[in-house]
């Protein structure tokens, strides 16, 4: 599986230009999470952020459907004038198939995710499962988004397929690219994001971010993905605001997917074989 929008796609057209921007998202969000997503939030308003994308799980790991915390739906309702919402797979957790898997699925599976990797390899009609039962907890919540984002960026060709043909989305994201499914539009650009699990991780998302920031520099939309144990770890905390406040002044107003993506121009076309 690759990380691409050109996976299961038969034609990618060359990219011509977008608007500058900075998205900052925030990944995670769930009635468990929300005190430190809170923190995290007050803290990007000391860098100049007070817009984002919350990606909101509708049932994290079956353990808090976000439809039986009333006082985190009230939280998520008056964030909604300034930030955005977005769903965020559905369990954030990822069944087991049977048979047997290859080395790679493995390490993706288990190494690279944790075992969160809910859509890297659902077949069309599971995927569409799922994303109905997600958008079941939103609608019971009344919470609406327009934007859908797997756990882990990992969204499976069959589950890309099948994503695009429940027409509930303008548009999805992986770790490199945004795609605008309803113009069937994609735009290139990796996200910063950090790996918190072990001190060599944490050490290395530094380095790797830091480098990555730079090769972006280029690129008009920079986009800095969050997640709640990112501010367990003061060195975490403390190179991403950094990164996100030279991101800004590189590229001016942070703002949610939405927003940045009504701004900007179609730069590729992509077709289903």
Known sequence: MEDSPSCGISQIQTA??????VVVSIHDVHPGSQVIV??????????????TSLLVVPNWHGK????????????VRSK???????MHGCFHRRDELKGQRSIIDNVVTKFYTAGEGEFYDTSIEKTKKLIRTGLGYFESSGLKCKGFIAPAWLLGVEALRGLDECGAFLYTVTLRSVICLRRRTCYISQSLCYSTRAAWRRILSIFWNEFLLNTLSENPLIR????????????IKRHSLRCIQKAVLMRGRAMPYEVWLNKTKKIKILEYP
């Open 16 to 21: 011509t230009s977008f608007v500058n921007g």
């Open 38 to 51: 809170e923190e995290i939030l007050r803290d990007l308003v000391l860098v100049g952020v007070t817009e």
């Open 64 to 75: 808090y459907p976000i439809s039986a915390h009333p006082e985190f739906l009230t939280w």
């Open 80 to 86: 909604i004038k300034s930030h955005e919402v977005v």
């Open 224 to 235: 800095i993905s969050l997640h709640p144990p990112d501010w367990k770890f003061p060195a």
